[in-house]
């Protein structure tokens, strides 16, 4: 049981150039997430995923673009990298609660990775 | 919308001795979900700890507890008899059982 993880852990990239970020979950959790970590700001959700095929808008999601095709991943897209998106990318899961309060609940996080653009 | 507030961003404790980390939220909800991820210099997130909202009783896991005051809307965790590996930086978090909002996180350094 790997939980999730994340590829790569590491990139640089130019400005302009695209790249894609690849989640994995083996929990079968309905949801997922992706993060950005920057200095002193915590965690901000850019995109997230209620079930395979759907997807939604987090607090910052210009720039990103997402996919779910499959239950157990979770794509994030760069198009046009630029340098404000030089950060530490952080995919999440989480299973669907549907007893007492229903919804997400604890989330569990893949290990991050470092993102930086020239 | 909904805030998560950790007014400290450092703090320091001696090994062996008792830390609380402060958080505050804002919310109109009265069922949610509230959270204390540790962020160790490896970078992963781990849980710490959770507390559900309708649940009085304090959340407590071996040495983490935490001390819930819902109509303070406060959410602080006490780390007692601290250890070179709780040195790490927190992150208070809150969810309405969808997104998780997060707290900007506290430094804890803990001395030998």
Same mark, same amino acid.
């Given at each position: 049981?790997?939980?999730?993880?994340?590829?790569?852990?590491?990139?640089?990239?130019?400005?302009?150039?695209?790249?894609?970020?690849l989640?994995?979950?083996?929990?079968?959790?309905?949801?997922?997430?992706?993060?950005?970590?920057?200095?002193?700001?915590?965690?901000?959700?850019?995109?997230?995923?209620?079930?395979?095929?759907?997807?939604?808008?987090?607090?910052?999601?210009?720039?990103?673009?997402?996919s779910?095709?499959?239950?157990?991943?979770?794509?994030?897209?760069?198009?046009? %990298?630029?340098?404000?998106?030089t950060?530490?990318?952080?995919? %999440?899961?989480?299973?669907?609660?549907?007893?007492?309060?229903s919804?997400?609940?604890t989330?569990?996080?893949?290990?991050?990775t470092?993102?930086?653009?020239? | 919308?909904?805030?998560?507030?950790?007014?400290?961003?450092?703090?320091?404790?001696?090994?062996?001795?008792?830390?609380?980390?402060?958080?505050?939220?804002?919310?109109?909800?009265?069922?949610?979900?509230?959270?204390?991820?540790k962020?160790?210099?490896?970078?992963?997130?781990?849980?710490?700890?959770?507390?559900?909202?309708?649940k009085?009783?304090?959340?407590?896991?071996?040495?983490?507890?935490?001390?819930?005051?819902?109509?303070?809307?406060?959410?602080?965790?006490?780390?007692?008899?601290?250890?070179?590996?709780?040195?790490?930086?927190?992150?208070?978090?809150?969810?309405?059982?969808?997104?998780?909002?997060?707290?900007?996180?506290?430094?804890?350094?803990?001395?030998?």
């Amino acid at each position: 049981n790997a939980g999730v993880t994340q590829t790569p852990k590491f990139r640089v990239l130019k400005t302009g150039q695209s790249m894609t970020l690849l989640c994995a979950q083996d929990m079968n959790h309905e949801y997922m997430y992706w993060y950005r970590q920057d200095p002193g700001m915590g965690l901000r959700l850019i995109h997230y995923s209620v079930g395979e095929g759907t997807t939604a808008k987090g607090e910052v999601p210009d720039g990103y673009n997402v996919s779910r095709l499959k239950k157990q991943n979770f794509l994030l897209g760069l198009e046009s %990298a630029a340098p404000s998106q030089t950060s530490v990318y952080f995919c %999440a899961s989480s299973y669907y609660r549907t007893w007492g309060r229903s919804g997400t609940d604890t989330q569990y996080f893949g290990p991050g990775t470092r993102l930086t653009v020239l | 919308a909904q805030t998560v507030t950790q007014s400290q961003p450092e703090m320091s404790v001696q090994e062996a001795e008792t830390v609380t980390l402060s958080c505050t939220y804002d919310t109109s909800e009265s069922d949610y979900y509230l959270f204390w991820y540790k962020q160790p210099p490896s970078r992963q997130m781990i849980l710490v700890i959770r507390q559900e909202a309708y649940k009085q009783q304090n959340a407590t896991e071996n040495r983490f507890s935490v001390n819930f005051q819902k109509a303070a809307k406060s959410f602080s965790l006490k780390i007692s008899d601290s250890q070179l590996g709780d040195a790490a930086m927190y992150f208070c978090a809150y969810s309405d059982g969808n997104k998780l909002v997060f707290g900007a996180g506290t430094i804890l350094r803990v001395k030998s």
